[in-house]
């Protein structure tokens, strides 16, 4: 005697940003026979904010951001959102260390800036991303995802265009 198939089942825990407050609720997206359910933490409980079939949601995600589109509604839900704040920290304090001339400064914040990835990376996972994204995908939600790989080949991508660029404009210069 075979088992029935089980349709696609799975979590993401994470934290829904508002725009309208700039505040982070807990939250959870759920796949389960054939439907995804956002449910958002408040202190009166949790709250149902939809439950529709797969086939009506668009998932796109990207590093640690799972973003679920309905019916023309967006809702951004991230596996660690302290980890933004800390990046735009990083981002600032790596700029007063190139500015200042600072390079121990500025190796330190490069550590703190991977540090804070992986912190990231971590948390997606822990918080049921890879499976979520899987059990969409086979419940007939339109999914994309762009995850961490990608997403550096990109930024190396770019520094080395750029790179590239002032050496061709710096022989183009002198060459005048």
Same mark, same amino acid.
């Given at each position: 005697?075979?088992?029935?198939?089980?349709?696609?089942?799975?979590?993401?825990?994470? &934290?829904?940003?508002?725009?309208?407050?700039?505040?982070?609720?807990?939250?959870?997206?759920?796949?389960?026979?054939?439907?995804?359910?956002?449910?958002?933490? &408040?202190?009166?409980?949790?709250?149902?904010?939809?439950?529709?079939?797969?086939?009506?949601?668009?998932? $796109?995600?990207?590093?640690?951001?799972? %973003?679920?589109?309905?019916?023309?509604?967006?809702?951004?839900?991230?596996? $660690?959102?302290?980890?933004? =704040?800390?990046?735009?920290?990083?981002?600032?304090?790596? %700029?007063?260390? &190139?500015?200042?001339? $600072?390079?121990?400064?500025?190796?330190?914040?490069?550590?703190?800036?991977? *540090?804070?990835?992986?912190?990231?990376? &971590?948390?997606?996972?822990?918080?049921?991303?890879?499976?979520?994204? *899987?059990?969409?995908?086979?419940?007939?939600?339109?999914?994309?995802?762009? =995850?961490?790989?990608?997403?550096?080949?990109?930024?190396?991508?770019?520094?080395?265009?750029?790179?590239?660029?002032?050496?061709?404009?710096?022989?183009?210069?002198?060459?005048?």
């Amino acid at each position: 005697m075979t088992m029935p198939i089980q349709p696609p089942y799975a979590v993401f825990a994470g &934290s829904l940003g508002d725009n309208a407050t700039g505040n982070w609720y807990p939250a959870q997206a759920e796949v389960s026979n054939g439907f995804v359910t956002l449910w958002v933490g &408040s202190p009166a409980g949790w709250t149902q904010y939809f439950s529709v079939p797969a086939t009506e949601v668009t998932v $796109k995600s990207a590093a640690q951001r799972i %973003t679920l589109v309905v019916r023309g509604q967006s809702y951004p839900i991230l596996a $660690k959102p302290r980890a933004v =704040g800390r990046a735009i920290g990083y981002g600032v304090a790596g %700029t007063a260390a &190139s500015v200042l001339d $600072k390079p121990v400064f500025g190796a330190g914040v490069d550590v703190g800036r991977g *540090v804070n990835q992986a912190a990231a990376a &971590s948390a997606w996972n822990t918080g049921g991303g890879p499976e979520f994204i *899987v059990a969409a995908r086979n419940s007939g939600a339109q999914v994309s995802r762009l =995850g961490y790989g990608p997403l550096i080949a990109i930024g190396c991508g770019g520094g080395v265009a750029v790179v590239i660029l002032v050496v061709v404009v710096t022989l183009i210069a002198i060459n005048l």
